[in-house]
């Protein structure tokens, strides 16, 4: 896909996001009510109709070939490139995924070998000890300093032998 | 003035506080390894690690984070100088002289003369914001709910106006930022507004973190993938050795640079207080003007001292201006300052001209303490200089993953939902995909922080003008600020109007 193609998808893409806005805004009233002001709805209607006219002009200067992204034939995204930054996307999806089932101390560890063993084709060594060190760590200073309790899905239960030792 | 010395003196107590004082050291020594990593600046700095400052109180935390701000400025020269890859967009002048000095073997002269440019540029600036902050609170202390709305619009007419070529482009950056503030329940009405596909995580509405994460987190990362690979994962170093000889030698060279420095500062400063304009603006315009007023313009670019100490000044100096506007007037001068600025509302502090009055302790601490940390920054910075060339030498693919686990569980800390994580991933995405096609995201961010404040001061103006916009320009402020705003925003207009008329004779000839 070259610029130029990319540059019309997202116009147009922004174009429906704009409307559907619009159409959602107008669930509150969007006019005048009489001792309270605007309604609830007016600032976000009148926002995205600003925001579907800014796309009116992008996909004008689109079709003028006004911009340099616009009248670019390069590829968007080169295929190597979307090899490396779609496996870091996949991978940040596939562990937030997983945060809702094994929980972040069964997910980081597993983000963290994976992106240090096999994106970053480090040895062995130090891929394990990073990926035990860093969730251990997140977890001393996140829920023991911070008081903040991370997600922890199916294995909530062995964490209450650990609680104690702390509190 | 007695009275400014006075609480200034009190601001110094707070900030020699030993648990604030430690917070200014972690917070330098954390800010300049992160300007320092290519491609990561305060922004980003700031951004992921705002979560983190829930634990200590409102001052510890603003003076945490305006201590990483600053050495974050500081830190930003240092990738540009030894990688040629600019640590920040602040950064990116420090890159056309401090390079080609770092080629030719003389990058502890860059790195020195980065750090005391900087010392210079921060000092200047932090004694003209003693000196100003006050007189402007004052000012601000008439101002209501139009003036308020006002000064917004003014700030977003200041991107349009100035920001790239693509106008369109920042106007609908701008928006997108203040609608996705406004989901949530309705201030007034308390009605639920823009709930998507009744996903009941949207109720408490999307906090600024969650975007401006996504965005400086997860979505300046994935771009540093992208640039790593095409650089073939490697990034090439310089050689550097740095002696006691040495280093009193560049300092003496340093003095000849005084000029550029004092220049770079003021510029930087006021540069700085324009809200948008901020750090990187001014450091190029600072780049620009040493080169005109310097004896021999012909060495910049191949490694020009002046070329160095200039910009460098001038970032420190905007950083530090770009914080007036957010103190005294409750609007932010850059990015940066929108995110402390949401940090600064979460904390229950409302920023604006009755902060002066109702937190001074607050506030003159925070003064205070950027005099800590500029003193503090340049001594780290000078001390740490071979530590960073070795930190730099770690691999990106060990960098990349702690920063994405700080992103994943920063963005889970401050709403602790699920939901909020993967907004931020889908922000992160989509943001890298815009940015690709030069859709500016900087405006989006702060318009997400502004935007819970300027739908009120709009919805109250129109209220006490009785739906009339006219109570803009009824009143002497709101209008003279309402003036400045539209003639800002219809600037490209006019310009465009300008080089059509420029053209038309030329076309008439050929």
Known sequence: MTVRMAELCMAVTMTIFSVYLMYKSAELPIGWIEGEGPGGGFWPFWLAAVMLLSCGGILFNWVKRKTAVAASEETYIERGVMWDVGLVAGSLIITVALFHWIGVYGALPLFLLFYLKFMGRHGWPLSVGLAITIPVVTFLFFEIMLKITLPKGITEELFYPIYPLFF | ?510
Not at chain 2, 269 to 289: D, E, K, N, Q, R
Not at chain 2, 411 to 424: E, I, Q, R, S
């Open chain 2, 1 to 510: 003035m007695m009275e400014i010395i006075s609480l200034l003196a009190g601001g110094f107590a707070v900030a020699f506080e030993p648990l604030n004082l430690m917070l200014v050291i972690i917070g330098c020594t954390l800010g300049l390894f992160i300007g320092a990593m290519p491609g990561l600046g305060s922004v980003n700095g700031v951004a992921i690690l705002l979560p983190l400052t829930f634990l200590v109180p409102p001052t510890g935390a603003i003076i945490f984070l305006a201590a990483i701000y600053y050495g974050a400025m500081y830190g930003g020269a240092i990738s540009s100088i030894m990688l040629g890859i600019p640590g920040a967009s602040t950064a990116v002048a420090t890159t056309f002289d401090g390079r080609p000095l770092a080629k030719q073997g003389m990058a502890d002269k860059a790195l020195t003369a980065a750090a005391v440019a900087s010392f210079v540029g921060g000092t200047i600036s932090v004694l003209l914001f003693t000196f100003f902050a006050p007189p402007l609170a004052h000012v601000a202390l008439v101002f209501g709910a139009p003036e308020e709305f006002a000064l917004m619009l003014l700030a977003f007419a200041t991107f349009v106006g100035l920001g790239g070529d693509d106008i369109w482009k920042t106007i609908f950056s701008i928006c997108i930022g203040l609608v996705l503030s406004a989901v949530g329940l309705d201030i007034i009405s308390g009605e639920p507004r823009l709930i998507f596909a009744d996903i009941t995580g949207f109720m408490h509405g999307i906090n600024f973190l969650v975007l401006a994460i996504g965005i400086y987190g997860i979505g300046e990362m994935l771009w540093t993938v992208e640039e790593n690979h095409k650089a073939g994962g490697r990034s090439m170093l310089s050689e550097a050795t740095v002696t006691v000889k040495r280093t009193i030698a560049n300092l003496r060279e340093l003095l000849g640079a005084w000029k550029a420095m004092a220049m770079g500062s003021f510029l930087g400063y006021f540069v700085g207080i324009l809200p948008a304009a901020g750090a990187t603006p001014g450091s190029l315009m600072a780049y620009g003007i040493a080169k005109q007023i310097s004896k021999e313009p012909d060495k910049f670019g191949e490694g020009a001292i002046d070329g160095v100490a200039a910009p460098e000044a001038a970032n420190n100096a905007a950083s530090t201006g770009s914080m007036l506007p957010m103190l005294t007037l409750g609007i932010p001068g850059s990015p940066t300052t929108a995110i402390l600025l949401g940090g600064m509302v979460i904390w229950g502090l409302e920023p604006g001209p009755l902060l002066f009055t109702q937190h001074a302790d607050f506030v003159w601490g925070l003064i205070a303490s950027l005099y800590v940390a500029n003193f503090f920054a340049v001594v780290i910075n000078v001390a740490f200089i071979p530590v960073f060339i070795a930190v730099l030498k770690m691999p990106f693919t060990i960098l990349a993953p702690i920063i994405f686990v700080l992103c994943l569980i920063g963005g889970y800390a401050p709403t602790k939902d699920l939901h909020d994580v993967w907004l931020m991933i889908i922000f992160g995405i989509v943001g890298y995909l815009m940015r690709k096609l030069d859709y500016p995201l900087a405006p989006a961010v702060l318009a997400i922080v502004l935007g819970p404040l300027a739908e009120p001061a709009l919805r109250q103006s129109l209220l006490i003008g009785d739906g009339s916009f006219n109570i803009f320009f009824s009143r002497p402020y709101s209008a003279s600020i309402m003036t400045a705003a539209l003639v800002l925003m219809f600037l490209p207009v006019f310009k465009l109007i300008y080089d059509k008329m420029k053209k038309k004779p030329q076309a008439a000839e050929g």
